[in-house]
């Protein structure tokens, strides 16, 4: 910290000049977050920007807010209410929060119902996909819950449900479904993972019940594809979590974990404070947080409506199709992701012999674009990707601009020498051993002339 005060102006200006080195968020391809919003929401958002939102007796028309919001989204997603009947769910800091919370429900649930029945608690597992977000490895380490992974396999990038099941067992307290992979966008299959889970638990006597981490996918899927079957329509489909700083077109960070009914969220996980003014329920990791993502949400839901949402994902759609199409046209790239899914175009190179996809992202920096590639987890490890997450500022006009970007990185990686070696002259055990001994050659005719070259030397001066 400075010994003294400067001018606001010039603390402004110094933190303006470095900020200028980030990169352009409307460009940053990488990212599901929403990076544009309205200037109305704008607006909302500053005026509340020094609202707590835990104050809920001093703000109680921002909780009021909140709480339509999740009656909203817990409609979107069918969950079985009645005419009156409020719904179960909370707003959280992401969908990470969401996840935390949701787990330690399952968690909760499944102990209670071991210890009733007498039976060791101590060994909880879930079982997923190993295409996973993140936040799910920190749930489970976090938590101390057994994280069971199905493996990926060439071509096919999401949850086996079938393996998924099979890996269930007594001490299973949830399967976790993603809707909208993080790493090509697809929807995994609810439905059979459903159907095959309810034969299992009538098999069993288990009632092992159904997580969708709808981060992605959960304002996509009610919009794109209302007859797809993955949300509450499903009986053992007990919480979703969605994200609405994604596709809810919210800025970060805001997200919310939906309950299908209250006896699914264990009481004792509930707290209820007062010390802030009235009794308040709270259901959180964290406590302080903004309400300006909160009242943006329920600017968005108000503002746009099914048919405004609906209209902004098909366009989203549309311009992903225009993106895939025109990297189709270039014959250099497979495609990865599905025209089923989140709005999103992943792909990989066809000929890895010169170059990789590591060296397209590099420069298409250059041009101002940020473009992730990565590897996939296992067992697809040897399939490294691009990912282009198509938002709803992610205009036509920019789809096809970066198409004619990416052909300009592709004709100038052609004129470079290759980075990567061909397999043919990749040394062999047997020219390293040879380049070895070669080495060892040199060195000792240098170290036999050094001794020579000395033994001339006097100490005379020339």
């Known amino acids: ?3 003294n005060s400067i001018p606001k102006e010039a603390a402004y200006q110094i933190i303006n000049d470095e900020l200028m080195l980030d990169g352009n968020p409307r460009l940053n391809l990488a990212s599901f977050v929403t990076t544009w919003m309205e200037p109305e929401c704008d607006k909302l958002i500053m005026a509340a920007i020094n609202k707590n939102y835990v104050d809920m007796d001093e703000y109680p028309v921002t909780t009021e807010l909140q709480n339509r919001c999740v009656n909203m989204i817990a409609h979107l997603f069918n969950a079985p209410l009645g005419e009156s009947e409020t719904a179960v769910g909370v707003g959280t800091v992401g969908s990470s929060e969401a996840i935390m919370l949701a787990g330690l429900a399952f968690k909760r649930r499944w102990q209670n119902k071991r210890k009733a029945e007498g039976k060791p608690f101590d060994k909880p597992n879930i079982v997923t996909g190993a295409n996973v977000q993140v936040c799910w490895e920190k749930f489970a380490r976090y938590f101390e819950v057994e994280l069971r992974e199905v493996k990926l396999r060439d071509g096919y990038y999401v949850m086996d449900p079938e393996q998924a099941v099979e890996m ?3 001490n299973t307290i949830c399967v976790a479904a993603i809707l909208g992979s993080t790493l090509n966008g697809e929807f995994e299959d609810v439905k059979l993972l459903n159907d095959l889970l309810d034969a299992k638990n009538a098999q069993t006597g288990w009632e092992t019940p ?8 959960g304002f996509i899927a009610p919009f794109l594809y209302p007859e797809l079957e993955w949300d509450f329509r499903l009986p053992w489909v007990k919480s979703i979590n969605v994200s609405g700083h994604k596709y809810g077109l919210v800025y970060a960070g805001i997200g919310w974990c939906i309950w299908r009914n209250k006896e699914d969220l264990p009481d004792e996980l ?14 959180t990791l964290n406590f302080s947080k903004g309400s300006s993502q909160v009242i943006a949400q329920y600017y968005q839901l108000i503002r746009h409506g099914f048919e405004g949402y609906r209209n902004i994902m098909e366009n989203c759609h549309e311009n ?3 993106l895939k199409e025109g990297l189709e046209r270039t014959g250099r790239f497979d495609l990865v992701s599905k025209d089923h899914g989140v709005p999103l175009v992943a792909f990989s190179l066809k000929d890895r012999s010169r170059h990789d996809e590591f060296e397209i992202s590099d420069m298409l920096r250059r041009f101002g674009w940020i473009v992730p590639a990565y590897t996939m987890p296992p067992d697809a490890e040897h399939v490294t990707v691009l990912r282009v997450v198509i938002r709803e500022e992610f205009s036509r006009t920019l789809a096809e601009r970066l198409v004619l970007d990416i052909e300009k990185v592709m004709y100038q990686l052609d004129a470079l020498p290759s980075k990567l070696p061909p397999p043919s002259l990749l040394p062999t055990t047997a020219m390293l051993a040879r380049k070895k001994s070669e080495l060892e050659t040199q060195r000792s005719v240098t170290e036999a002339w050094k001794k020579f070259v000395l033994a001339k030397k006097t100490n005379g001066v020339c």
Not at 210 to 217: K, L, P, R, W, Y
Not at 270 to 283: K, R, S, V
């Open 270 to 283: 509930i707290f209820h404070i007062n010390y802030l003014g009235a009794d308040q329920p709270t259901f």
């Open 210 to 217: 159904i997580h969708v981490d709808a981060a992605s996918g």
């Open 168 to 170: 269930v067992d007594e």
């Open 320 to 322: 992903a199709m225009v």
């Open 1 to 3: 910290m400075p010994e």
